[in-house]
Structures are given as structure tokens and as C-alpha cells.
């Protein structure tokens, strides 16, 4: 007898496995999932648009012959000492605590050998960052952690946290199994308890305090170092415009695929507005001002590629950051790995619990171990190189569209392939000359 | 030898470019600070023995970053003075805005009057003693260091507190989460006794009631979500 035709399983969009599986944790657990990264959802990104390049209305450089500069100077605009940086990527705040020792050192030897700067995190400066950087942003973050007046001296500019992509309006936890001996002694709490990051400064609030923190950073500074002023893809034009309002030389906006060490999964992946979508008005904000250039715009969160860094930088930002590409570059989730992620109940590409110190790359960990899997040296070499490839590939892009210096990229090179990413960037729809909320139409 | 600098006359800029010059000679010199006017972020980032003596009220940060400086404000100052000091004695003879000592990582900042909210906040290790009575949420997040009280306390003092000690004479409206009242030892009783000296405060230990961290949020626990 003939079988009766079954249709296949279906499974749910709405209650996909992943999702399910969720419910399964949140049930199991009654707390919320912590993870380290951005976020991982697809949203509108720069892969959304493509470079025109040079046709009979504009001629293309040589790519072997002639130049295309890459040097971006930050802090033009009340800094005595701007900070003058080959390439127009820096490596973003990542603090020393969730990231082994090892790894920051990594950081700053790639960069320096790069010409570019690292940047400091929660939990204060280290010798290892600070001896193999050249250049060393030192953040001034709301917990204060390890601040201390002489490192705020030593190093080359300083940046008021005020938000990040991965958790506007939020704060940030590491867990006790990360809180040795040194990380508690910089960030003065006992061993082994979980330290929360505060969300907001303990001492102002609102652009009117800031303006006189700033000022007060300034004046224990003599007013050598450049003030950049972090926020997260929140409200860009408002948040820009009031930042520059505060006094502030260099503005860092992250967008949400920028990462943390940790929070809340519900927090990364729904908080914040994609990077493309906080370019525009950001730079808008800056137009407006009549600061554009004079007021530096980085750009960061889920920069990966030399296009990305092109497409930032002709959308108006003047350089960018990275973080979980510099992490990757160094050895975060290689496959050589695997068997261990999968010990840990996870894959290649996917090891996101940076925050329970486990990592088998020794990279976001506290454990001695593993820490000494990572060798700066040869690490700092892989950074640099990627470092070489983005500039690289951004050159090329740029000298494509008849630009001899990077920062001569401009929207009219773009065009973009989907109705979200023409709105976002205030690009054409690729084959048209018109984008969603365009004047005029 | 003391020397006076009038800020009718003198720019902030330059005032403070004197007193960290003269603070980084190292030398035991005294300055007079005339007519301040409210200026914010006077006297901030000196790091040597200097003798600093503000004749008026002061606006934002004042002796802000403060190393081995000896700073006092003949008036009132404003938010966040003396925060994230690192050693030196800071004075106030007047009242103290919001944020006293936030972040504050050692010396002592002495407030004879009142201090407004969050007083203390996030400290890493200052004594701050206040002669008058301190605002809400004051030693919120403290980490260490030692808060003295000869007055009153407003709402949730010490909420989230780690392990900073908390001296109250007066009343406490409130207590934040995790913070509790703890037996007086002896060592405390010495403790205080000797911040009290150094403030010039006219009171006994054994008036003072201890507050401290109960430990019980030092790790997530979903048990405690609602303290959260």
C-alpha cells in the first residue's frame, strides 16, 4: 500500500531553534544571556553600497604610480597637540581586564608599527599598552577605574566615554572569574566579585557639565592633548552637535555593531541604531556647525574590510575605529581553535562569552594559561599587516574614483543597492538619482 | 613667601598654569586665589606640597585630581570639588554642590558645612569627613576609603556600596541597597578618632553609628533581582 505523501517538518520563523533554544536558557536560568561582541542580526551595512568609480566624467589615478594619501591629523581645534596618524584607522577602547595583558600589548605594537593609535579602556592605562604605543588614547570612562591624574598626562589624547554602540545608556559588568589579583588592585576592589562599569559619569550630566569636565580635563593637561568625545548610535546629530557644543576637539561614534566585553545580549541587538544609518546625520550635525573637518569624526562598529573604511570616510568621517576586527586579526576565533570552542559548547566565528575569561585564543582572558597562547609579538605583526591591507584597499577604492587623498571621498562616489541603505547614507538607489527622504521629491 | 593672584585681573588659564608650575618645583610655596568668582576647575591637577588658600566661592571641580596640595576654600564649591583627588588635604569652610570627592583615591577633603548629593560617590579610596549633614544616594558604588558624617544622611546612602566605611553621627533617612548598619571595633573607633583630629571636628567615635557593604550583590544573582 502506497504511503500516504507527508509534507517536511516545518519549522517556525517566529520560533526558530535559535530562538526556542533561548527560551530554553532564559527557562532554565531565570537570568538574562550575558555575551560579549555587537551585534550579530543583519542590518543595513556598508556592503549595501558600491563605489562608482571613475568613468568620462572623472578620471582614475594609477594605482602603482601615483599617490593617494592616507594621513589624518585629530584634534585640530583647540589641542595643542593634534594627534598626526599615517593611516585613517585606530584601533578602539578596549580595557585591560577584558583583555589579557598579552593582547593589549598586541594592540599597540601592531598599531604603532601601522602609524596609528590604540586606545586605553575600563580598568585603567597598563605599562604593556602604554610602552608599546606610540600613540595611546586614554579613555575617561563613568567608572573611573585605574584613573589617576598621571596617566591622563602620559597619554596622547583623552576620550570621555559617554556611550558605545553595543549598549547606549548602558553599563557594563566583568565578572569575577576575570578579577585577578592586578585587575582588582588597578580598579581597587577586592578579587573575584563582579565589577560593574557605571552608565553614566558620577560627576556631571548633561552637555553643560560636560563642557566644564572638558574644561577641567584641559587645564590638568595644559591643554596639550586632543578631547575626543565617545558616543553610541544613538541620537548622532543631536549627540554630535551637543558633544562639539561641549568643547570637544574629535567626535568617536559607534554604531551597534560595535562591540563590548559584555552585556546583554537584549541590549546589544536591540539598542542603537546601525553604523550606516548614524554617518549622515552626524556629519550633518557637524555641517550645520560649520565644523565639518575642524571637528574630526571617527567612525566605528563593524568596520572589517578597506571598503568599509572607504565608504565611512566618503559618507564624511575622517577616520575610523576597530575593535572585534582587531580582535580577530590577532587570533579571536581562529579555527586552529575549534576543538576548544566546541568544549565550550560553541564554534569558530561564534565564541562570544569573552566575559567568562575562557577564551582559548588567551586573548579576552585573565587566565595565565591561556594568556600565554597569544604572543604579542607575532600578534602585533598580524595587526599590523591587516592594518596594511585596509589602508591598502581603501587607496585603491579612493585612487578608483580619482582621489589623491583618502579624505577627498565624497557621497557622489556612491551609490546604493537597497532602498534602506539609498535612505540611511542619503546615496541614489543604484540606477537612479533618488533616495528615500531626498529633497524635493 | 605667599603670593596673591586676583582673578579680576588674572585669567584661569594662568592661574592655574602658576600653581601646577610651582607644584611640580616641588617647593613648600603658599598662594593666595582672590575674587574667584565662582570659576570652575580652579586649583585642579597640582601635584606637589603647595599651600593654596581661595579667599571666595568656587564653581565646578575645584582641586580637581589633587596630589599632595593643600587647598582651602574660604566660601562654598561647587559640583564634583576635589573629585578623584589623590592625596592632599582640601578644605571647605563653606557648604560642597553634588559629587564631593567622587572617585576621590586618598587624602582627606574636609567640608565644614554641608555636602549635597551623592557625596562620595564611586570614592576609591579618600576620607572625606563633613562637619554638617550630606544629600541622597551619597557613597553610591564607594570602593574604599572612609566617609564621616557629623550630621544627617539623606536617602539611600551607600546604595551598591563595596567596601568603603561609612560614619554617621546624625540621622540616616535611608539605606541603599546592600548597605547596612555594623558593629563598632575597636579599630574603627581608632579609625575615626584619628579622621576626626585631622578634621578638627568636634565630636567623639563613640557618638558615631558604622554603615557598611552586606556583600550580598558582589555576584550576580538572579535571587537578588529585586534589589536591582
Same mark, same amino acid.
Given at each position: 500500500m502506497d504511503k500516504t505523501p507527508q509534507t517536511e517538518p516545518r519549522q517556525s520563523w517566529t520560533f526558530s531553534n535559535e530562538i526556542n533554544s533561548e527560551i530554553r536558557r532564559a527557562a532554565a536560568t531565570g537570568i538574562y544571556d550575558i555575551r560579549g561582541g555587537g551585534a550579530k542580526r543583519r542590518v543595513?551595512? &556598508?556592503?549595501?553600497l558600491l563605489f562608482l568609480g571613475a568613468s568620462v566624467s572623472r578620471y582614475p589615478l594609477e594605482g602603482y604610480r601615483e599617490k593617494c594619501e592616507t594621513s589624518v591629523t585629530l584634534?585640530?581645534? &583647540?589641542?595643542?597637540k593634534p594627534i598626526e596618524l599615517k593611516i585613517p584607522v585606530t584601533i578602539a577602547g578596549m580595557s585591560f581586564g577584558a583583555l589579557s595583558g598579552n593582547a593589549k600589548e598586541a594592540l599597540g605594537r601592531g598599531a604603532t608599527m601601522a602609524g596609528t593609535s590604540t586606545t586605553t579602556g575600563d580598568g585603567g592605562m597598563t605599562e604593556e599598552e602604554r610602552g608599546h604605543s606610540e600613540k595611546l588614547v586614554y579613555q575617561y570612562l563613568?567608572?573611573?577605574?585605574?584613573?589617576?591624574p598621571d596617566d591622563l598626562r602620559r597619554a596622547d589624547a583623552i576620550e570621555v566615554v559617554v556611550?558605545?554602540?553595543?549598549?547606549?545608556?548602558g553599563g557594563g559588568m566583568l565578572l569575577g *572569574?576575570?578579577?585577578?589579583e592586578r585587575v582588582a588592585g588597578m580598579r581597587d576592589l577586592p578579587e573575584g566579585i563582579d565589577q560593574r562599569s557605571a552608565c553614566?559619569?558620577?560627576?556631571w550630566t548633561g552637555p553643560d557639565d560636560l563642557e566644564i569636565k572638558i574644561l577641567e580635563l584641559r587645564e590638568i593637561t595644559n591643554w596639550e592633548k586632543p578631547i575626543y568625545v565617545k558616543i553610541g548610535g544613538a541620537r548622532p546629530y543631536y549627540d554630535t552637535a551637543l558633544a562639539v557644543k561641549a568643547g570637544a576637539d574629535v567626535v568617536v561614534l559607534d554604531g551597534m555593531q560595535g562591540g563590548t566585553a559584555a552585556t546583554q545580549d537584549v541590549f546589544i541587538e536591540h539598542v542603537g541604531q546601525p553604523t550606516l544609518a548614524c554617518i549622515r546625520p552626524a556629519v550633518q550635525a557637524l555641517q550645520d556647525l560649520g565644523l565639518h573637518r575642524e571637528v574630526q569624526l571617527i567612525v566605528s562598529g563593524g568596520i572589517r574590510t578597506g571598503a568599509d573604511v572607504a565608504k565611512a570616510l566618503a559618507l564624511g568621517a575622517d577616520a575610523v575605529a576597530i575593535g572585534t576586527a582587531a580582535l580577530v586579526a590577532i587570533g579571536?576565533?581562529? =579555527?586552529?581553535w575549534e576543538s576548544e570552542y566546541q568544549k565550550l559548547g560553541t564554534t569558530t566565528g561564534a565564541?562570544?562569552?569573552? /566575559? #567568562?575569561?575562557?577564551d582559548p585564543a588567551g586573548i579576552?582572558?585573565?587566565?595565565p594559561e591561556l594568556m600565554a597562547r597569544l604572543d604579542p609579538e607575532a600578534a602585533g605583526r598580524r595587526l599590523r599587516n591587516y592594518l596594511n591591507v585596509l589602508t591598502l584597499e581603501c587607496q585603491t577604492l579612493a585612487r578608483a574614483c580619482g582621489?589623491? /587623498?583618502? /579624505?577627498?571621498? #565624497? =557621497?557622489?562616489d556612491l551609490c546604493a543597492l537597497t532602498m534602506e541603505a539609498a535612505a540611511m547614507a *542619503?546615496? =541614489?538607489l543604484a540606477g537612479t538619482n533618488w533616495y528615500p527622504g531626498k529633497p524635493g521629491f | 613667601m605667599t603670593t596673591t593672584l586676583d582673578m579680576t585681573t588674572t585669567e584661569l588659564r594662568e592661574v592655574n598654569t602658576t600653581l601646577q608650575a610651582a607644584a611640580k618645583s616641588q617647593a613648600n610655596e603658599a598662594y593666595v586665589i582672590t575674587? +574667584? $568668582?565662582?570659576?570652575?576647575? @580652579?586649583?585642579?591637577?597640582l601635584d606637589g606640597p603647595l599651600t593654596v588658600t581661595i579667599k571666595g566661592s568656587t564653581g565646578y571641580?575645584?582641586?580637581?585630581?589633587?596630589?599632595k596640595a593643600a587647598i582651602t576654600v574660604e566660601g562654598s564649591a561647587g559640583p564634583g570639588?576635589?573629585?578623584? @583627588?589623590?592625596s592632599g588635604i582640601v578644605t571647605i569652610e563653606g557648604d560642597a554642590s553634588q559629587y564631593?570627592?567622587?572617585t576621590g583615591h586618598g587624602g582627606l577633603l574636609n567640608i565644614k558645612g554641608n555636602a549635597s548629593s $551623592?557625596?562620595?560617590?564611586?570614592?576609591?579610596g579618600i576620607d572625606i569627613v563633613v562637619h554638617g549633614s550630606i544629600g541622597h544616594m551619597?557613597?553610591?558604588?564607594a570602593q574604599k576609603g572612609n566617609l564621616v558624617v557629623l550630621g544627617d544622611a539623606g536617602d539611600?546612602?551607600?546604595?551598591?556600596?563595596?567596601e568603603a566605611r561609612l560614619f554617621v553621627r546624625g540621622n540616616v533617612k535611608s539605606l541603599g541597597a546592600d548597605c547596612v548598619e555594623k558593629e563598632m571595633r575597636p579599630e574603627h573607633f581608632e579609625l575615626l578618632k584619628d579622621l576626626l583630629e585631622k578634621a578638627g571636628a568636634?565630636? $567623639? +567615635?563613640?557618638e558615631f553609628k558604622r554603615y557598611g557593604s552586606? $556583600?550580598?550583590?558582589?555576584h550576580f544573582n538572579i535571587d537578588n533581582a529585586d534589589a536591582y
Open positions: 543595513p551595512h &556598508f556592503d549595501d584634534g585640530t581645534r &583647540f589641542a595643542k563613568p567608572s573611573r577605574y585605574g584613573m589617576n556611550g558605545q554602540g553595543a549598549k547606549p545608556g *572569574q576575570k578579577i585577578t553614566r559619569h558620577p560627576d579571536d576565533n581562529d =579555527p586552529k565564541y562570544d562569552d569573552w /566575559h #567568562e575569561g575562557r579576552t582572558t585573565q587566565d582621489h589623491n /587623498h583618502i /579624505h577627498n571621498l #565624497e =557621497p557622489e *542619503q546615496v =541614489p | 575674587n +574667584p $568668582r565662582g570659576s570652575h576647575a @580652579m586649583a585642579c591637577g571641580y575645584c582641586a580637581g585630581m589633587n596630589k570639588v576635589a573629585e578623584n @583627588m589623590m564631593a570627592g567622587a $551623592r557625596c562620595g560617590i564611586s570614592m576609591k551619597s557613597a553610591f558604588m539611600a546612602l551607600g546604595d551598591s556600596l563595596y568636634d565630636a $567623639r +567615635p563613640d552586606a $556583600r550580598q550583590l558582589y
